[in-house]
């Protein structure tokens, strides 16, 4: 086994973008405070690196098991990836698979025991969506709930007890990270293919209906209004051009490259959701900074 199968198999660009929800968790549920129990103080306790850490554990393992999930499928159309090539065994992605879910897990319940129960929902999810429901028409609502999760699990890292409710902002941005995971998961289902002209245009329109949300948020929330529109605008502008090769020519090519982007800007989608739950503004901008990483390693390993 090698670096680069390794690295390819965990999907390693995509770490950066888990990792950054872990970070938007932490802020949210820090600086809602009271309202969604009792919030440590502020700053960058150990706790929440060792989430940064585990959230970075869970996706691989994700991204691997998603491989051996689909090791008859690749062997067919991408023959090439890590399992199929031969590079890396079935037996090995298993153990990795297994013990990055294990190491996560342990990261957690040291860092903090109500999170590992929550990083504990999200690994059953990360199972579900890849051996359950991946191929069946609940396949991107569960790939979304595994972000969700992974969002929350970061919340949760500032909790000293098990909230009573959660705030609507809380839930906006849960909503807002599931429904942008959920639709890039519906595009990318048919990426070795290519998508045909019905289903970019639904994909097209579900995320208009996600731009739009959050441009009417923009415009009427209280907190943070005018970065949270600049934010919003910067992800519309991002993604103009590959949403406009996608609406002309959802080929492989170009539906390969919307996935990849997408995924590359989950850092932004937190963090708008950290500028609409009102985290001081040099935490939520500091977010993008998730995206940079991820740039530089995709040029040599695939996000998808």
């Not at 490259?257 to 590359?264: F, P, T, Y």
Request: charged share 10%; with cysteine; hydrophobic share 55%.
């Amino acid at each position: 086994m090698n670096a680069k199968a390794l690295l390819s198999l965990v999907r390693i660009p995509t770490i950066f973008s888990s990792m950054s929800n872990a970070y938007a968790g932490y802020w949210i549920a820090t600086t809602l405070g009271g309202a969604a129990g009792v919030a440590l103080p502020g700053g960058f306790p150990p706790r929440l690196f060792a989430g940064i850490a585990a959230a970075g554990l869970f996706i691989m393992a994700g991204m691997a098991l998603n491989d051996v999930a689909d090791k008859d499928v690749d062997a067919r159309e991408r023959p090439e990836r890590p399992i199929p090539s031969g590079a890396i065994s079935l037996a090995t992605a298993w153990a990795l698979s297994l013990g990055m879910m294990a190491l996560g897990l342990a990261l957690l319940a040291a860092a903090h025991p109500l999170s590992a129960c929550v990083g504990l929902a999200l690994c059953a999810a990360i199972f579900a969506y890849n051996f359950l429901l991946k191929g069946g028409p609940l396949g991107p609502a569960a790939m979304g709930l595994c972000r969700a999760l992974n969002l929350l699990t970061g919340m949760s890292l500032a909790w000293n007890g098990v909230p009573s409710a959660l705030p609507r902002t809380a839930w906006l941005a849960l909503f807002s990270l599931w429904a942008y995971i959920a639709l890039v998961t519906y595009l990318a289902r048919d990426e070795v293919g290519g998508n045909s002209q019905r289903r970019a245009k639904l994909y097209l329109g579900g995320l208009g209906v996600w731009f739009g949300g959050w441009a009417v948020t923009a415009i009427v929330w209280y907190r943070a209004e005018h970065l949270l529109a600049l934010a919003w605008l910067a992800l519309a502008l991002l993604l103009r051009s590959p949403l406009k090769n996608l609406a002309t020519d959802p080929s492989p090519k170009h539906t390969g490259k919307m996935v990849g982007m997408m995924l590359r800007f989950v850092p932004l989608v937190d963090v708008l959701g950290m500028l609409a739950n009102g985290v001081p503004w040099p935490h939520a901008v500091a977010g993008v900074l998730w995206i940079l990483p991820a740039y530089v390693v995709a040029r040599w390993f695939y996000s998808t």
